[in-house]
């Protein structure tokens, strides 16, 4: 068949052709050139990527038996922590630069963007993984559903899903418009994250506030088949800015603007939006 074309839609694939073919290699050229990301320069971000090892290994009871995937994986520096530890590991990462960084660092890793084909082909390969991690990128993914399916696809069986992203919250309340990228498709709260994960049979189960980057969120989830039980932090950071912060000031300006003229919206409360970048 022709890419791009559908016999029943037409050219309503076209856009995401365009992007998949020309935009999305084009963006990669430019980064790798120009401004590939690397994290292992900076002293805060290696102690806290070795907490972060250290905290999952823990939770996931993990050992040299276990398989830690990342998904853009970068330089390969959180990876390392988990190497470091005795935990055999495999990095994602699409820019070719980063790559070959992780490589260069003794980190076993594939040059490959990942979504739903890595993710099968993972799986396929008998490549799941025991801890499936995801380091602040879920504000690159251009479709949330299809990342969190295929985190559920690539995540073996009593596996763990442990995501850390900025939080929508302090970029606004703090203003924090340096975090803004054109590289970023969203900015997301816990309960977008939640919503997310909940329609591709993922359930959090713990979840707490950080500071880096200004302030962040570090979540964990696992299969909603298996049963898991929601422990009281993700209740905590639900919580944080109920009757404050942005989801609060959005809502009330929502109904100054609405008041008096759509009377059956008065019983209606905003409790959660999405940052989205146009």
Do not use: W
């Not at 050139?33 to 993990?62: K, N, Q």
């Not at 713990?206 to 049963?227: I, Q």
């Amino acid at each position: 068949g022709r890419v791009g074309y559908d016999p029943v839609y037409g050219a309503r694939p076209l856009k995401r052709a365009v992007q998949k073919y020309l935009q999305d290699p084009l963006a990669d050229e430019i980064l790798a050139a120009h401004a590939h990301s690397s994290s292992s320069f900076s002293p805060t971000l290696l102690a806290h990527g070795r907490a972060f090892a250290s905290e999952v290994v823990r939770r996931a009871d993990l050992g040299p038996d276990s398989l830690v995937v990342e998904v853009a994986s970068n330089d390969g520096y959180l990876l390392k922590e988990f190497a470091d530890l005795g935990v055999p590991v495999l990095g994602l990462e699409h820019v070719k630069a980063s790559a070959e960084a992780a490589l260069a660092l003794g980190v076993p890793t594939e040059q490959e963007r990942f979504g739903m084909a890595s993710a099968a082909r993972l799986a396929a390969e008998g490549g799941r993984a025991d801890a499936v991690i995801s380091n602040h990128n879920l504000a690159n993914a251009g479709d949330l559903d299809d990342y969190a399916a295929a985190l559920e696809l690539l995540l073996a069986p009593g596996g763990t899903v442990a995501v850390e992203f900025h939080h929508v919250l302090e970029l606004i309340v703090e203003g924090q418009f340096d975090v803004i990228s054109h590289s970023h498709c969203c900015y997301l709260s816990l309960l977008t994250l939640q919503q997310v994960f909940e329609r591709r049979g993922l359930t959090l189960v713990d979840a707490e506030r950080l500071p880096v980057h200004g302030g962040s969120v570090r979540a964990y989830a696992r299969r909603t088949s298996e049963g898991p039980v929601a422990g009281p932090g993700v209740e905590r950071v639900l919580a944080v800015g109920e009757g404050v912060g942005p989801v609060h000031a959005l809502d009330q300006a929502l109904r100054r603007a609405l008041a008096g003229r759509h009377p059956e919206l008065e019983a209606v409360r905003l409790v959660d939006y999405k940052v989205r970048i146009l």
